[in-house]
C-alpha cells in the first residue's frame, strides 16, 4: 500500500472526513468518505466542543467503515476571523567558504522570516516562501545549489488564535485523531480547484461556504493575501427567510431550487408555490422578489472580496480573474454576476480528476475537503523523500526532525 493520509474539512455547514492514496500512477484515490452536518460550529470556528466532537466523530467513523482504514491523525482545516497573514522577509549570511546555499541556509532564512513580531494569543501555523533574493537580485525560485553571500527570502505567514486551534486540537483528540498539521482552508481548496497556470498569472480564490467566504490571492504561483470573512450561504438563506417571511428550512430548498444571483439574469419569471416546502399555507413569490433578496447579499460579498483585492494591492494584475468554489458557489447565475460586477474572466470550480469513491466529491463543496488530501499527500511524499535520500538515513535525527518541522509549515511544491 502507498501513502495514505486523511483530511479532515470542518467547515459550518458539514464536516467531510476523506481518506486518500496515492496509486501506482501517483494519482490519488480516495478510499474512505465520511461526510455528516456540522454541529456546534458558527462562522467556521467551533463554539460548542462536545457537539463538535461528537460530529467529528461520526464522520471519522464513517471515512474509517468506507476505508477500512483505522484514522489516528488527519491534516485538519482552519478558516475564520481570527486567521491573519503578513508578509515578511527573512535574511541570512552565507559564511562557509563556499558560499554553496544548502538546505539548512533556506530553514535559517525562513526561520528569520517567521519570528516576525507575533502576538502571544496567536501562532504561525504556515510560512509560504514566495520569492528568493540571492546577494540583492531576485527571481530566484530555488536557491539551493546556488551561490551567494546572502540569502533573502519573502514569505507569507500565517497565523492563527492559539486557542482556537487547541479547541479543534481538543475535539479531534476527543474523536481519537491526532491533528498531523493545520492547514489553512483556502491554501487547501487552491490545491484542489487552481490551475497551475492560473497560479501563476494572477488569480482571486473564493470559497463561498456556509458561514464563511474564504479569499486569496495567488501571484506567481505564490499566495499572496489570505483573509477568511464570517459571512456566507448561511446569510443567504437567513435574508431570504426574513424577506418572504418563511422557515429557514423552506428558505434554504428556495434557495438552492429556485435562487438566482443577480434580477437582471431572470428571464422566467414565473411564480414560485411556496406550499410545496413543509407545512406552509398556500403562497405564491415570484422568482424575481428571490432573486432581488439574493442580489442584495451577493454585491455586498462581491465588494467584501473586491476590497480585499484592493488591500492586497495587485488587483490590476490577476489577468485570470476570480475563481469560486464552496457550496454557495452554485449558486445559480453567480458566474454571470461575477462577470458583470468584476469584469474579469470568473470560473466556479469543483475537484477534477478524482478517482475511487467520487460520487459526491466532484462538486465545488468539496474543494477544501480534497484540497486537504492532496496538500497531505504532498507533505507526506516530500518528507518519505526525505527519509530516503542519501544520506538522509544516517544524517543525525534531530536535523531530519528539524527539517521536518519546518516542512510541517510549507506550502508543498
Ligand atoms: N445549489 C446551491 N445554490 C446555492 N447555495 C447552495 C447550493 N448548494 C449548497 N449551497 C450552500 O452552500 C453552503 C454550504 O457550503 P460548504 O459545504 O462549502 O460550507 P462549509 O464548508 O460547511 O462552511 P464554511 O467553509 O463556511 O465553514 C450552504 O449555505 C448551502 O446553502
Ligand atoms: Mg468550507
Redo the contacts with the bound molecule.
Keep these: 500500500m502507498g501513502i495514505v493520509v486523511t483530511g479532515l ?7 467531510a472526513c476523506l481518506v486518500g492514496e496515492l496509486d501506482d500512477q501517483h494519482r490519488m484515490r480516495i478510499i474512505g468518505v465520511g461526510i455528516v452536518p ?1 454541529k456546534g ?1 458558527k ?2 470556528v467551533i463554539v460548542n466542543v462536545d457537539e463538535a466532537t461528537e460530529a467529528i466523530q461520526r464522520a471519522v467513523e464513517k471515512a474509517e467503515r468506507t476505508s477500512g482504514q483505522q484514522i489516528r491523525e488527519a491534516y485538519v482545516g482552519v ?1 475564520g476571523s481570527h486567521i491573519s497573514a503578513v508578509n515578511s522577509r527573512g535574511t541570512v549570511a552565507i559564511n562557509r567558504p563556499s558560499h554553496h546555499i544548502e538546505p539548512d541556509d533556506v530553514r535559517r532564512a525562513l526561520e528569520a522570516a517567521r519570528t516576525i513580531a507575533i502576538p502571544h494569543s496567536q501562532e504561525v501555523i504556515h510560512v509560504v516562501p514566495r520569492g528568493y533574493w540571492l546577494d540583492g537580485s531576485n527571481g530566484v525560485r530555488n536557491p539551493v545549489g546556488l551561490h551567494g553571500y546572502r540569502l533573502e527570502v519573502e514569505a507569507h505567514v500565517v497565523t492563527a488564535a492559539a486557542t482556537a486551534l487547541q479547541t479543534y486540537e481538543k475535539c479531534c483528540e476527543g474523536a481519537g485523531v491526532a491533528v498531523r498539521a493545520f492547514v489553512l ?1 483556502p491554501l487547501a481548496s487552491g490545491e484542489a480547484v487552481l490551475h497551475e497556470d492560473e497560479k501563476e498569472l494572477g488569480v482571486v480564490l473564493v ?8 479569499i486569496s490571492v495567488f501571484l506567481e504561483s505564490s499566495v499572496w493575501h489570505t483573509v477568511s470573512l464570517p459571512v ?3 446569510h ?2 437567513h435574508d431570504l427567510a426574513v424577506g418572504l417571511q418563511c422557515p429557514l428550512g423552506v428558505a ?1 430548498e428556495i ?2 431550487r429556485f ?1 438566482y444571483a443577480a434580477v437582471r439574469g431572470v428571464v422566467d419569471d414565473s411564480f414560485i408555490d411556496i406550499s410545496h416546502f413543509g407545512d406552509e399555507p398556500f403562497r405564491d413569490v415570484s422568482r424575481r422578489d428571490v432573486a432581488e433578496i439574493l442580489e442584495h447579499r451577493v454585491l455586498d460579498i462581491f465588494d467584501l472580496i473586491l476590497r480585499e483585492m484592493k488591500r492586497s494591492g495587485y488587483d490590476g494584475l490577476l489577468p485570470a480573474g476570480l475563481v469560486f ?4 458557489s ?3 447565475g453567480l458566474k454571470e454576476a461575477g462577470r458583470d460586477f468584476f469584469s474579469l474572466p470568473v470560473r466556479v470550480a469543483a475537484p477534477q480528476g478524482l478517482s475511487g469513491l467520487v460520487d459526491v466529491l466532484g462538486n ?5 475537503s480534497v484540497g486537504l488530501l492532496e496538500w497531505g499527500l504532498h507533505q507526506d511524499q516530500i518528507q518519505g523523500r526525505m527519509k530516503r535520500a542519501p544520506g538522509g538515513e544516517s544524517a543525525s535525527s534531530q536535523w531530519v526532525s528539524r527539517i521536518r518541522e519546518w516542512l510541517a509549515t510549507l506550502l508543498p511544491g
Design positions: 474539512d470542518i467547515g459550518t455547514t458539514k464536516i456540522s460550529i462562522k467556521g478558516a482552508e470559497d463561498i461556504g456556509g458561514g464563511t467566504t474564504d456566507g450561504g448561511h443567504l438563506t434554504e434557495k438552492k435562487g468554489c464552496g457550496g454557495s452554485q449558486l445559480a465545488p463543496a468539496y474543494a477544501t
